[in-house]
């Protein structure tokens, strides 16, 4: 996953450049060019994230709780074309989709999974399902856009959208291929040192696979058939990298797991670096790393990260914008831990700050249950003084009470 998309849909367009789609983008643009959609969420350019990151936003509202504001979820089923298919943004959604827009599977995905946890979109998702399995690939796989080659990232979102729509991964197949098919294709082996357990984005030209975190927090969680939102998975021993293993998902799982948490041991993050310059945190990435760890059920490996990014991710989340803030959201998610204190920081709110307020959530609401508890017990307990107040007056003694009456208020 990872808040990038800008990148993707170039390098979808163009050639694939080894990093994963869609790809990060680590400064978003400061002046949009097309102004910013009432209803979606950020304040960067929309062309290329659009559907993305309100997918995000609106899952990991759904996630703590949140009701989306009304305008919110319909800017992002406007979004949907006929066919059943999204784009990464429509301008001009009063205009039909046309063979010059490019659709892609990974806003597709991310809407399917986005919608079918708010409910009651279930015709959009349908749709948007048929229309993803109209374009699997005959290894199992889907790429980024219709007849792209597989790679681990768009294979794995779909996946996720299909469990999210109450399919089985297992019997969703092309040409007798499934998702699990294309990913094993896509994994290292384990006796290859440092690399083994890891998943390729996509093989080189010469079929070569190369190591990529990204693709390889995807991978976990694309064989085990799972989104973006999930819970630890049954804690085991810490994972190992095993070939023989390697023929059923949990154990593919378990490969690219033993691969995280080994890249994670020193450091806490992840890294990423490019060309000429130095490595530098790549927080996104650790996120997805906590995600498929907690999933795969190595939450002890997870802790770590975890524990991170609470301490440094702040100011990658608040330049990011709201993608970062699910990203984090589904990461503290995965390891039971409450995003609303998160480092020092209430997650949730920072994300619904960026776009239309929500209609309500479930710290208002028990914010709410306080006031008419605190209602309560200032009424009950004026009753009670005032009528020993009168018991007294009637007995003639003329004393003077100091009556206090003190409020709870819960601390959110």
């Given at each position: 996953?990872?808040?990038?998309?800008?990148?993707?849909?170039?390098?979808?367009?163009?050639?694939?450049?080894?990093?994963?789609?869609?790809?990060?983008?680590?400064?978003?643009?400061?002046?949009?060019?097309?102004?910013i959609p009432d209803g979606l969420y950020g304040t960067t350019d929309p062309t290329y994230?659009?559907?993305?990151?309100?997918?995000?936003?609106?899952?990991?509202?759904?996630?703590?709780?949140?009701?989306?504001?009304?305008?919110?979820?319909?800017w992002l089923t406007g979004q949907q074309c006929a066919s059943g298919a999204f784009a990464?943004?429509?301008?001009?959604?009063?205009?039909?989709?046309?063979?010059?827009?490019?659709?892609?599977?990974?806003?597709?995905?991310?809407?399917?999974?986005?919608?079918?946890?708010?409910?009651?979109?279930?015709?959009?998702?349908?749709?948007?399902?048929?229309?993803?399995?109209?374009?699997?690939?005959?290894?199992?796989?889907?790429?980024?856009?219709?007849?792209?080659?597989?790679?681990?990232?768009?294979?794995?979102?779909?996946?996720?959208?299909?469990?999210?729509?109450?399919?089985?991964?297992?019997?969703?197949?092309?040409?007798?291929?499934?998702?699990?098919?294309?990913?094993?294709?896509?994994?290292?082996?384990?006796?290859?040192?440092?690399?083994?357990?890891?998943?390729?984005?996509?093989?080189?030209?010469?079929?070569?696979?190369?190591?990529?975190?990204?693709?390889?927090?995807?991978?976990?969680?694309?064989?085990?058939?799972?989104?973006?939102?999930?819970?630890?998975?049954?804690?085991?021993?810490?994972?190992?990298?095993?070939?023989?293993?390697?023929?059923?998902?949990?154990?593919?799982?378990?490969?690219?797991?033993?691969?995280?948490?080994?890249?994670?041991?020193?450091?806490?993050?992840?890294?990423?670096?490019?060309?000429?310059?130095?490595?530098?945190p790549d927080y996104g990435n650790t996120a997805d790393a906590v995600v498929a760890l907690?999933?795969?059920?190595?939450?002890?490996?997870?802790?770590?990260?975890?524990?991170?990014?609470?301490?440094?991710?702040?100011?990658?989340?608040?330049?990011?914008?709201?993608?970062?803030?699910?990203?984090?959201?589904?990461?503290?998610?995965?390891?039971?831990?409450?995003?609303?204190?998160?480092?020092?920081?209430?997650?949730?709110?920072?994300?619904?700050?960026?776009?239309?307020?929500?209609?309500?959530?479930?710290?208002?609401?028990?914010?709410?249950?306080?006031?008419?508890?605190?209602?309560?017990?200032?009424?009950?307990?004026?009753?009670?003084?005032?009528?020993?107040?009168?018991?007294?007056?009637?007995?003639?003694?003329?004393?003077?009470?100091?009556?206090?009456?003190?409020?709870?208020?819960?601390?959110?």
């Open positions: 996953m990872n808040i990038r998309r800008s990148a993707a849909a170039l390098a979808a367009a163009t050639v694939v450049l080894g990093a994963a789609v869609p790809a990060v983008a680590a400064t978003p643009s400061p002046t949009p060019s097309v102004a994230d659009g559907v993305w990151r309100q997918s995000l936003a609106l899952l990991a509202q759904r996630t703590t709780g949140v009701t989306p504001a009304d305008r919110a979820v319909a990464a943004f429509r301008a001009d959604t009063a205009k039909a989709c046309d063979a010059k827009l490019m659709v892609d599977t990974n806003s597709t995905a991310a809407a399917v999974q986005a919608l079918a946890a708010l409910g009651g979109h279930q015709s959009a998702t349908e749709k948007a399902v048929s229309w993803l399995k109209s374009v699997q690939n005959a290894d199992g796989g889907w790429g980024y856009t219709p007849g792209g080659a597989s790679d681990a990232n768009s294979t794995s979102v779909v996946a996720g959208a299909m469990t999210a729509a109450g399919e089985k991964t297992s019997e969703v197949r092309k040409g007798g291929k499934s998702s699990y098919d294309a990913l094993l294709k896509l994994s290292i082996k384990c006796d290859i040192d440092p690399d083994g357990g890891a998943f390729a984005y996509q093989p080189d030209k010469k079929g070569a696979l190369a190591a990529n975190a990204d693709a390889t927090a995807a991978g976990v969680l694309g064989v085990l058939g799972k989104g973006f939102v999930t819970t630890a998975g049954k804690t085991s021993a810490p994972p190992t990298c095993d070939s023989a293993t390697a023929g059923t998902p949990s154990g593919l799982a378990r490969n690219g797991a033993a691969h995280l948490a080994a890249a994670v041991l020193d450091a806490g993050y992840l890294k990423s670096a490019l060309p000429g310059a130095e490595d530098q907690a999933a795969q059920g190595a939450t002890e490996q997870a802790r770590k990260p975890l524990a991170w990014l609470e301490q440094n991710s702040a100011a990658w989340a608040k330049q990011s914008g709201p993608a970062a803030y699910a990203q984090l959201i589904f990461a503290a998610h995965a390891m039971g831990a409450d995003p609303r204190h998160f480092g020092g920081a209430d997650l949730v709110a920072q994300l619904d700050a960026t776009g239309p307020t929500p209609q309500a959530t479930a710290k208002a609401t028990d914010q709410a249950a306080d006031a008419d508890a605190d209602k309560k017990d200032d009424s009950d307990a004026g009753f009670g003084v005032w009528w020993i107040v009168g018991v007294f007056l009637v007995a003639g003694i003329g004393i003077g009470f100091l009556i206090s009456v003190r409020g709870r208020k819960r601390q959110p």
